[in-house]
């Protein structure tokens, strides 16, 4: 996910494919890689994020969390 403007806090719907999931595994993308961050529990198959302006975060499954 990507934000120019940045926000104080966006929900996003998560894929079908991730009805099962209960954390996300969020991790900030750097020019040298991903850098993790956070684990975030998923609410009703949703996720609720804050993102600085100009900020990219990979979101993954957090399998064994």
């Known amino acids: 996910t ?5 926000s104080d ?5 998560l894929p079908l494919e991730w009805h099962d999931i209960d954390t996300v595994r969020v991790s900030r993308l750097t020019f040298d ?8 529990p998923v609410l009703d198959g ?4 804050e ?3 100009d900020e990219a975060f990979r ?7």
Request: no cysteine.
């Open 2 to 6: 990507y934000s120019t403007e940045g």
């Open 9 to 13: 806090t966006d929900g996003w719907r």
């Open 33 to 40: 890689g991903a850098e993790p961050v956070a684990d975030v």
């Open 46 to 49: 949703t996720l609720t994020l």
């Open 51 to 53: 993102i600085g302006r």
């Open 59 to 65: 979101l993954t499954p957090a399998y064994g969390s």
